[in-house]
């Protein structure tokens, strides 16, 4: 891509995001911080803390009245940000880690920011925002420059991007560059106004913000981007690559929306393509959003390609209500949440999408969690999946590429039938050894993220391929919650190589025959290059946990010291809502029921079932009458209290929950602390009243 004489101005202020609450109040009061080095800046701001779950109803400019409402330390007030005038947001490492819910980039942008710093980002938010048109860097030396009233070269937001990237933003965002694509037009000139005011209207900046940047020259900048096999002799590729390298679309054929012929010789980490996607599906808290954007970017009379392989699910807001305070109510979310699943479902009947819904019965709740529901009857090995949410990953449990996308790229997936896609480097992670009675996969996963190549975030961007006879030792549901678990450690996906436990399970799960799973199973090159390789014996792994604030934050159980009480022991989500979940928490109820207890008089224990075939598994065995007899509550499927939207969320900031999910960023599942730990402890813990591990086997 080329540039010459554009460049930017900031015109309005500077907010730096700092561990010290007074300094973030006092800017928004007005007070210029200066700039320094030295300053302690929040690190890991979440996408639940730049925007929270329930904010996020809105699917609108309303979204930037809560910018960063969900911070940590409480400091933010409704519309503060947006009163502030500031352009620029200046924070720590790992900035956008957790969901990948676009609405995060896009309140600071409806806020008026046009410029984010930190040293580094989360992938999904990075890409998020770079399709929306919100500018990123993480160049520090550009601050003292926009305070002097610098023009910045464009070029300084493109430079060490690759080449796709680069032209997104240079277009001012991915709908721009598209358009461009399909006409089949390899040089397209970025306006100004598209550049550093994204897509505009509903979904977009709009108006030029007062106060914001200001551009002067002009930029032709090219689209193309040559398909990663063009001219390249093959070679060994890792397992994701393999994938990848199936699904190129050449851009020759960029137009063409037909599913024809596709693939390339060979990609290497760093190659930028298009993708073409076997699946992609989205639930109902983003689809109305990504309707909108895809009307708006192609036009009203835009359609799905290729419905077929398009799933929409009502899973994550279909409990909402049972918990929705009345603060909440009172402004109108319930209605929001509602206005939500009636435009996925029109939408899915008018484009003819399978909606996988709500249970026509008197218990309620969805058919399952988009992620189980997956695994259970879609994603096959070798495939590329998408959808609209971070544990998109968990599908890699079959041995498919699966990863989760922002709106906007969902959008243009629905029309284009591909998505954009940077080769990562793959980190292979190679299990030895077989695990001990009362640990499981999420100890394992808890584990990985606390191996200091994770903790320290070397794995954020790239693939975490599990291998070894460890990993070929681990069922569906327990290879499932370490794939699922590895977008905590900032990982692109998780991938784990298909083998015959694979071809068995999807054989008697949708009767397949076994020869034709063999014939989809994709496996790795001899000699394929890793960014690293890391080996773990399952037969060392102990009780983990990970204490409140970040599930990188894992230690052994044992290593907690002090006794930790507990409110709530929540059992689900799409980690831990499986039928290998609901064994373990069957097990130390069937052994406390054996003792004569229950659960601890303090406690408040949820279990959660991540479909209905996880539900009719646990009646099968009888687990239901037991999880009722100890004093369980048993709740139907939905994504829950993971995201605050259902039953087992705290409600007090001094309530404590040790939880079968996968995050425990502030303010997810309530205000309240959340201990991440296996279903062993978690049952465990409900009738102890404190966090402990099972000792019973």
């Known amino acids: ?85 500031f352009t620029v947001v200046v924070s720590g490492a790992s900035k956008g880690c957790g969901s990948s819910r676009e609405a995060a980039p896009y309140c600071e942008l409806a806020a008026g920011v046009r410029l984010v710093i930190a040293p580094r980002f989360e992938k999904i938010y990075r ?18 420059r926009i305070r002097r009233g610098e023009p910045i070269p464009v070029g300084e937001f493109t430079r060490g991007l690759d080449a796709l990237s680069a032209a997104v933003v240079a277009h001012g965002g991915l709908f721009a560059l598209n358009r461009a694509r399909l006409a089949g037009l390899p040089n397209a000139t970025a306006t100004p106004e598209r550049m550093v005011y994204g897509c505009g209207e509903r979904f977009g900046a709009g108006e030029p913000h007062e106060g914001g940047p200001r551009l ?23 397992l994701s690559e393999k994938i990848i390298a199936a699904h190129a679309v050449p851009m020759a054929r ?15 980490p760093g190659d930028s393509l298009f993708a073409r996607a076997d699946v992609r599906f989205s639930h109902e808290y983003v689809t109305a959003m990504a309707e909108g954007l895809m009307r708006r970017g192609f036009g009203p009379g835009a359609v799905v390609t290729d419905p077929d392989s398009v799933v929409a699910y009502r899973d994550h807001l279909i409990l909402l209500e049972s918990v929705m305070p009345a603060t909440h109510r009172a402004i109108g979310l319930a209605e929001n949440a509602r206005g939500m699943a009636r435009r996925q479902a029109e939408f899915a009947r008018r484009m003819g999408i399978h909606l996988c819904g709500e249970v026509d019965s008197e218990r309620g709740g969805a058919e399952g969690i988009c992620h189980q529901k997956v695994i259970e009857d879609l994603a096959l090995p070798g495939q590329l999946v998408v959808g609209t949410d971070s544990h998109t990953c968990t599908a890699g449990a079959l041995g498919c590429l699966a990863f989760g996308v922002g709106s906007t790229d969902m959008a243009n997936a629905w029309v284009t039938g591909d998505v954009r896609v940077t080769v990562p480097e ?19 996963a808890l584990a990985v993220l606390a191996m200091p190549y994770f903790k320290s975030g070397e794995g954020v961007g790239k693939i975490v391929e599990f291998c070894g006879a460890g990993a070929a030792s681990l069922d569906i549901d327990e290879r499932a919650t370490l794939t699922n678990m590895a977008v905590e450690a900032g990982c692109v996906t998780g991938i784990v190589e298909a083998d015959e436990v694979v071809v068995e399970y999807l054989a008697t799960r949708r009767s397949l025959a076994r020869s034709d799973v063999r014939q989809m199973i994709v496996k790795a090159d001899r000699g394929a290059e890793y960014a690293e390789t890391l080996e773990m014996n399952l037969s060392e792994v102990v009780p983990m946990v990970a204490t409140p604030g970040d599930p990188r934050n ?12 507990i409110d709530i022991a929540y059992g689900g989500s799409c980690t831990g809502g499986k039928c290998a979940d609901m064994d373990m928490y069957a097990a130390v109820v069937r052994s406390a029921l054996d003792r004569g207890e229950k659960i601890h008089p303090s406690v408040r224990f949820y279990i959660q079932f991540g479909s209905q075939a996880v539900r009719r598994y646990a009646m099968e065995r009888g687990y239901l009458e037991m999880f009722e007899k100890v004093g369980a509550t048993l709740l139907e499927p939905a994504c829950g209290a993971c995201i605050g939207a259902g039953p087992g969320v705290s409600t007090t900031s001094t309530e404590v929950t040790v939880s079968a999910q996968n995050r425990n960023y502030p303010g997810r599942s309530g205000p309240g602390q959340v201990y991440l730990a296996s279903p062993w402890v978690v049952a465990a813990s409900a009738m102890a009243g404190r966090i402990t591990p099972f000792v019973g086997l």
């Open 216 to 238: 002067t020259g002009a930029v032709e900048c090219t689209a193309a981007v040559r398909s990663p096999g063009d001219g390249r002799a093959g070679g060994p590729m890792t």
């Open 127 to 144: 890409q998020n925002a770079e399709n929306i048109g919100l500018l990123t860097s993480c160049d520090f030396s550009l601050i003292p």
């Open 554 to 565: 894992s230690v052994p159980l044992s290593s907690l010291g002090a006794e930790v009480r």
């Open 426 to 444: 793959t980190v292979r992670c190679v299990l030895l050894g077989r695990l001990r009675a009362g640990v499981c996969a999420k100890d394992v």
């Open 254 to 268: 960029a137009r063409d929306l037909s599913l024809g012929d596709i693939g390339a010789a060979r990609v290497v």
């Open 1 to 85: 891509m080329q540039s010459s004489q554009r460049e930017l101005t900031f015109l309005g202020r500077i907010l730096f995001l700092t561990e010290d609450p007074t300094l973030v109040i006092a800017q928004l009061d007005g007070v210029d911080l200066p700039h320094d080095a030295e300053l302690r800046l929040l690190e890991n701001v979440s996408t639940d803390e730049i925007i929270p779950a329930w904010a996020a109803l809105h699917d609108d400019s309303l979204l930037g009245r809560y910018c960063y409402v969900g911070l940590r330390t409480g400091c933010v007030q409704p519309d503060a940000v947006a009163r502030g005038g």
